[in-house]
């Protein structure tokens, strides 16, 4: 029987670079999509699907991470005394949600290093990981199904969704043959960030995966690759060309997903989520409608 899985990992711990100068002093799963962190959505996430142990890993910075999990006394009281129980709500929801740990990367070696970090935590069970900055949006349903998926067939399961070619460069891409469920194909081979024009499909690897502990004595002897960082994608590559401990499995995703690393992306989010909002969307919906319009 597989084991039920409690823990969930998330790297947190990665320069941001791409939005300096908003992530000098703070690190990119803080940034508000709407008016709540990153970060907050992804553990939500992890909880809604079943998870209640939380691992995160940070970096510099992390003391941000940290209080935004845990209470504010000062605040909290003084939401008490004003009667404001709608926000102290909000404030209190973050306290209580996981049983949240974490542990430090020291230096940003990759996605993979980062991961390895988890080791001692998750022991020799099979665990998730979400990556703090991609959003998958709570009325579509994806971890939950890897989930399933992972306890069925005791394999590793990682999370694919199709992208524009032009753009494959940008992620880790997968070779894959068909299974008989339509959302879940076997992978036969994954390449990070392969050279413009050089990808052999055009399903990506997006941010969310079930992995088996067999992943940490892999990822011990890989080597720095793409970008001189230790990739996840090659460790996983080697699970699946050698079908190490049942091979690795891809859920196709078809819904709506947010990388919010992405300055455009970030954008595209907070629009779309506060749109749906009905606290917000009333107002912004005729204000964007009139202010496309002026765009040509
Ligand atoms: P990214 O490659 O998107 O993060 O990693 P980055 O390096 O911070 O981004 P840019 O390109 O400089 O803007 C995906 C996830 O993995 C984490 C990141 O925090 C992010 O959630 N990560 C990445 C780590 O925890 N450690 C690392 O060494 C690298």
Do not use: C
């Amino acid at each position: 029987m597989a084991t039920k899985i409690t823990k969930a990992v998330i790297p947190a711990a990665g320069l941001g670079t791409r939005f300096l100068p908003a992530t000098k002093a703070m690190p990119k799963e803080m940034l508000p999509v709407v008016d709540k962190p990153a970060i907050q959505y992804v553990v939500e996430e992890a909880v809604a699907a079943g998870l209640t142990d939380v691992l995160m890993i940070t970096g510099r910075n992390k003391n941000a991470l940290e209080n935004h999990f845990d209470r504010m006394t000062e605040l909290e009281s003084t939401l008490q005394r004003k009667g404001d129980t709608d926000r102290l709500h909000k404030v209190e929801f973050s306290n209580d949600l996981a049983d949240m740990h974490y542990v430090r990367q020291g230096d940003p070696r990759g996605l993979g290093h980062a991961i390895l970090r988890a080791k001692m935590h998750v022991g020799r069970e099979p665990f998730a990981v979400l990556l703090g900055d991609d959003l998958i949006d709570e009325r579509d349903v994806l971890l939950s199904r890897m989930l399933e998926e992972q306890s069925g067939r005791n394999a590793t399961v990682i999370a694919l969704m199709e992208v524009d070619p032009a753009l494959s460069h940008m992620y880790g891409i997968a070779t894959v043959e068909p299974t008989d469920d339509d959302d879940v194909v076997r992978i036969t081979g994954l390449v990070e960030k392969p050279a413009q024009g050089t990808a052999l499909s055009n399903l990506a690897i997006i941010g969310r995966y079930v992995l088996r502990p067999e992943i940490f004595d892999i990822l011990e002897r890989t080597d720095p690759g793409k970008g001189g960082e230790i990739q996840l994608t090659d460790a996983l590559q080697e699970m699946a060309e050698n079908d190490i401990a049942g091979g690795v499995y891809g859920v196709v995703f078809r819904g709506r997903r947010y990388d919010t690393g992405d300055r455009l992306d970030y954008i595209k989010a907070i629009v779309q989520l506060a749109v749906e909002r009905e606290d917000l969307g009333p107002d912004l919906r005729p204000w964007l409608k009139q202010f496309s319009a002026q765009l040509d």
